[in-house]
């Protein structure tokens, strides 16, 4: 069964601090990683990944994945107020030859203080 | 105006009471999908479509029923709703025959179902 993991599940820190969110799975056929933000409302796409050791940034988050060890990290540098929210990360399964699910893990919860 | 739409954002209802959760996209997406969330749970799949007349069972499509009135429309219907349907849904899209978005999936706002 096709499963991703993530740690931990919530978080409190200052703004300013670096935090690292994890993300493990165990999926058949594997093609990519995706992390989402969800705030208040629907997920949103943050990044993508399908090859092990290339970083993809995006402003102060970035995001790595390791396909030998099956896990990836995100990392938010200098935070602020606006990144609290709840992080996802999601596996495509697939459902058959040609359709996919994804599978998501349970999601970690930031939050950020003044 | 938004891609994905769901109707209504908000619902409580009874005990038994039957429920329809209404997606509809402006996309142009084959694939549409829907999850429920739970805390602590992550995204859980309920039935997914990959084009008109097409529909498959998820994770945990007991209890739900769906119907695809066109590619741009995907309802959920709770025929029976009970206390443990409370959860947020979500209906999401994503795009085959686009190698750039294959693997992303697009959400619709979520609907907050409350069954008493």
């Known amino acids: 069964e096709d499963k991703v993991v993530q740690s931990p599940l919530s978080l409190v820190v200052h703004e300013g601090d670096t935090v690292t969110l994890n993300c493990s799975y165990e999926?058949?056929?594997?093609?990519?990683l995706l992390w989402y933000k969800q705030e208040k409302k629907a997920p949103t796409f943050l990044f993508m990944l399908t090859s092990s050791g290339i970083e993809k940034k995006s402003g102060r988050l970035s995001s790595i994945l390791d396909k030998k060890e099956l896990f990836s990290i995100l990392n938010i540098t200098a935070t602020q107020t606006g990144d609290s929210a709840v992080y996802l990360c999601a596996v495509p399964s697939l459902l058959d030859n040609y359709g996919q699910n994804f599978v998501f893990g349970p999601g970690t919860r930031l939050s950020v203080l003044p | 105006d938004a891609d994905v739409t769901q109707t209504p954002r908000n619902r409580i209802t009874k005990t038994g009471k039957r429920i329809m959760l209404e997606c509809s996209q402006t996309k142009g997406h084959d694939r549409m999908y829907w999850y429920r969330q739970d805390p602590g749970l992550g995204l859980r799949l309920i039935y997914y479509s990959f084009d008109v007349k097409d529909i498959n069972k998820g994770e945990i499509s007991d209890g739900y029923s769906v119907s695809r009135q066109a590619q741009a429309k995907f309802s959920l219907s709770l025929e029976s709703a009970i206390p443990n349907q409370t959860a947020l849904y979500f209906c999401?899209?994503?795009?085959?025959?686009?190698?750039?978005?294959?693997?992303?999936?697009?959400f619709g706002p979520g609907t907050r179902l409350t069954v008493l």
């Open positions: 999926v058949t056929n594997f093609r990519s």
């Open positions: 999401a899209t994503s795009d085959t025959r686009d190698s750039r978005s294959y693997n992303e999936q697009f």
